[in-house]
């Protein structure tokens, strides 16, 4: 048991390891400087390290392609977040802002796969106050859920989601959102639509790390400034004011 | 095959703000002291650092430092008649996991509860009759006073940093703090926190409409800080990544950079991470423990750790679940009101308005946890009578931003569109113009709201998971009612462009949105073995060399957050170990 112990490890301080000091390290240990410097915010140094950043070459263009979704269901995804985040004066559309990809990284990635979620049964749909029941993974629940919508589209427009009008998606989002659809098969539409509805949020408003967001473009809608380091003089400085809209990623200061 | 370790003098189970506090004192007075804790460890330098705890995602969606559901939950159900099943994520409550505890995560609220809970029976039936109190509202006394915990809420609120205001010192009223609040022997050691555009506009406005707002305390230290025990904390730096994230800037009272690496540093300790406590282990005459047996969830290898004296240090559900694994006490029967072990789960209530004021500008992400201002006027302002209103307990009102992070929170007035271009302009032009009034409220005792274990579902040790039954009743909706016409009075005062006004909580709890991390009782303390677990010494009437430390010992739940007497109580303890019962090991209040 001795190896579960981790007194030693903890205990020591995060020294730099291999060839050199690199930027990593730096924010580290400014970071943790900072705190013991106490109170002298300017110690911290991240906001200049980001933006400096910003202005280095523009990343390569994310990879597309999909790890999870199948053609149908990359269809269906497009389709629904360009619906949900059209183009507009405050935003790229919704495959512009990467959120299709957030979604394909999630459901093919740990949470997809049911990472956290008590799997055990036996199963009942129980009251709404009593949370997720469902013997579904997200990513099963997605899939079922798409094909689910699809049929419900087929039989009413003769098309499936990717390929109805928009008035028609309209249709179909409310009718999710209001459980006025009722899915054949048994698939209840509220748990469907909860967890798709909360995907393309994520894919808003999460860090561009995990594929959406693209560009800040969804924290840059409401002034979000994303990694912030240091506030501490910008409460006041800032009272009542707007604050720069520049957001700043995980990936601007790694 | 379960390998038998050497005896040490103390286990403690779960290494959070109360293991952490009891392992520096226990460790101090020269005991061995072996802390067994089921997560793993992460540190400042290499965990809450940037720009990576920066992550919204990670930390407050998927629960990057909380209790993992797939491994151990709970069953829940909101009466008897319903089927239990199993809470299969988190939502409404987030226990943490990892050293620090739920303490590395929390927003730093800390606030001392009062003879106003721990007399709370006496002082309603003084006030108002005997049947002032529901029949099955089984609230009492705790067999505790505020005067000898206030020493220990002073030497927790010293080692945690809280920035405040004091509002009594000694007796005397303090212009600016809390004019409510029992007297206490000095000021914070640290002034409050600056305050933001809302908590400002807040404070106007309840002081216009006769209430006494102050700054609300919280441990997130306002300037550079060494604690007495010499541990250093940086400025708060208002990052608005408080409540769910480890401090990158060491601003927030937690155990980690404070209590637990003194303890390390001690000879006499020694942490065991990734162990899980799977029970506590019966002496054969039943009135003492013997140790614990626990599972390194590396390898799967169980062990047996014998102790002279064992402390339940885990998130209050979790200590509640191994006394009922370790069949210790009376397991408690809501239909008997027999046995005790289960008995007066609470949770907290509330009730929340949100203002939408054209042409402000909040700035909604740059706050610190306790960046709200409050009002308690309706709680411990024994003045309010609560007999025109009908309930028993109180709420506090507070205005201000806690964590506004976007995936979260995006306010917009009710009837916005949920997508499309409408909805994308609604999302604009509210974020940063709106502002939350809330109310928290106690929740008081009922029969019917308990613990047991569940007949069904199992962990991942195949023990069975514990089984919560818990609903509002009437007392809590009528308290709801009464907050929210207050927060919607206060609200319209301020001339809100818009508001989606506050109203009570009258659905059954529910286990998803996130609620509030305040759950209490199942193993209460209280002056008799027969309606309590614990003496006031949370020392087990059943087993003297077993104490039971956190929020499990309350025996009804407040309006305030619970770590300040969490905090207090764990140094009580550790002073009666060390005083009392290390020099005569045997019941400290005679049954």
């Not at chain 2, 005991?31 to 460890?41: D, S, T, W």
């Not at chain 2, 579902?457 to 919560?468: D, E, K, S, T, V």
Request: charged residues 20%; hydrophobic residues 35%.
């Amino acid at each position: 048991m001795k190896d579960a112990s981790s007194k030693d490890a903890a205990d020591k301080p995060a020294t730099p390891k291999g060839s050199g000091f690199d930027r990593r390290d730096f924010l580290k240990t400014a970071v943790v400087g900072g705190a013991a410097a106490a109170g002298s915010t300017a110690a911290i140094v991240a906001p200049e390290v980001a933006q400096a950043q910003q202005a280095a070459p523009a990343a390569p263009a994310t990879p597309t392609g999909y790890a999870f979704l199948n053609l149908d269901e990359a269809a269906f995804v497009e389709a629904l977040v360009d619906h949900m985040i059209p183009a507009d004066e405050v935003s790229p559309k919704g495959t512009d802002l990467g959120v299709n990809i957030y979604i394909d990284h999630a459901l093919a990635g740990a949470w997809g796969k049911g990472d956290r979620l008590y799997m055990q049964g036996p199963w009942k749909l129980g009251a709404p106050s009593q949370g997720y029941q469902l013997p579904l993974t997200p990513a099963q629940l997605y899939r079922a859920g798409i094909e689910a919508t699809n049929a419900h589209c087929r039989k009413t427009y003769g098309k499936t989601f990717d390929r109805i009008e928009d008035a028609q998606r309209q249709e179909v989002l409310v009718g999710l959102s209001t459980s006025k659809i009722v899915f054949d098969g048994g698939l209840p539409v509220r748990v469907f639509w909860t967890t798709l509805y909360q995907t393309v949020v994520e894919g808003m408003y999460s860090d561009p790390i995990y594929g959406g967001n693209r560009n800040k473009a969804g924290w840059a809608i409401i002034g979000f400034p994303g990694v912030i380091a240091v506030h501490h003089d910008d409460v006041e400085k800032y009272r009542g004011k707007p604050f720069p809209n520049k957001p700043v990623g995980i990936a601007d200061m790694s | 095959m379960v390998t038998k370790l050497k005896e040490v003098d103390v286990v403690i189970v779960g290494l959070g703000w109360t293991g952490g506090i009891l392992a520096k004192e226990l460790t101090e007075a020269g005991l061995k002291v072996v802390a067994l804790e089921r997560g793993a460890q992460r540190s400042p330098e290499n965990d809450y650092s940037l720009p990576n705890i920066r992550d919204e995602l990670r930390y407050v969606v998927r629960h990057d430092l909380m209790q993992n559901t797939a491994r151990d939950t709970i069953t829940v159900r909101n009466n008897p008649q319903q089927d239990s099943l199993p809470m299969r994520r988190l939502g409404s409550f987030l226990p943490g996991e990892v050293v620090g505890g739920s303490a590395v995560h929390w927003s730093g609220h800390t606030w001392r509860w009062t003879d106003m809970e721990f007399k709370v029976r006496s002082n309603y039936e003084e006030r108002y009759g005997k049947k002032s109190i529901p029949e099955d509202m089984t609230i009492q006394d705790w067999g505790i006073s505020y005067a000898e915990l206030e020493p220990y809420y002073d030497r927790f609120e010293y080692t945690a940093a809280v920035s405040g205001k004091a509002g009594n010192i000694g007796g005397k009223i303090q212009a600016g703090g809390n004019v409510f609040e029992a007297p206490r022997a000095r000021e914070y050691p640290l002034p409050p926190l600056t305050p933001i555009l809302a908590s400002e506009i807040f404070t106007n406005a309840a002081r216009e409409a006769g209430y006494h707002p102050f700054p609300r305390p919280s441990a997130n230290a306002s300037q550079s800080y060494t604690n007495p025990d010499g541990s250093k904390f940086g400025a708060c730096q208002y990052c608005g990544y408080c409540q769910r994230f480890g401090c990158e800037a060491n601003a927030k009272g937690s155990p980690h950079i404070t209590v637990i690496p003194i303890a390390m540093r001690n000879p006499n300790f020694e942490l065991r991470t990734n162990a899980w406590v799977t029970k506590v282990l019966k002496a054969s005459d039943g009135k003492r423990v013997t140790g614990v047996t626990y599972t390194n969830v590396l390898n799967g290898e169980e062990f047996e750790q014998p102790a002279t004296i064992v402390l339940l240090c885990a998130y209050a559900i979790n200590n509640v679940h191994l006394m009922l694994l370790s069949d210790i006490g009376t397991p408690y029967d809501p239909v008997t009101q027999k046995g005790v072990i289960g008995k007066n789960y609470c949770y907290q209530t509330g009730a929340t308005a949100t203002l939408f004021f054209e042409g402000k500008h909040f700035n909604p992400f740059m706050n610190a946890g306790g960046s709200n201002a409050s009002i308690d006027d309706f709680h411990a302002n024994w003045d309010f009578d609560r007999a025109p209103h009908n309930f028993v307990g109180g709420y506090v009102v507070a205005g201000g931003f806690n964590t506004a992070l976007p995936i979260g929170y995006r306010p917009m007035p009710s009837g916005t569109p949920q997508w499309g271009s409408d909805w994308k302009r609604a999302t604009a032009k509210w974020y940063q113009t709106a502002m939350v009034i809330n109310a928290s409220g106690s929740v008081m005792a009922n029969r019917y709201n308990c613990f047991d274990l569940d007949p069904t579902y199992r962990n991942a040790f195949g023990l069975p998971l514990m089984r919560m039954t818990f609903d509002y009743k009437d007392n809590e909706h009528k308290m709801g009612g009464h907050a929210a016409k207050v927060i919607n009075d206060i609200a319209k005062s301020m001339n809100p462009t818009k508001l989606n006004p506050a109203s009570a909580r009258t659905d059954p709890w529910t286990v998803v949105p996130y609620q509030s991390t305040h759950n209490t009782g199942g193993t209460i303390m209280g002056t008799n073995p027969r309606d309590s677990a614990l003496n006031k010494y949370l020392q087990s009437w059943d087993c003297h060399n077993l104490f039971v430390i956190g929020a499990n010992a309350f025996p009804h739940n407040s309006a305030y957050n619970p770590t300040g007497p969490v905090g207090a109580l764990a140094y009580w303890t550790a002073d009666a170990i060390k005083n009392k019962y290390l020099k005569n090991p045997g019941p400290l209040v005679q049954a």
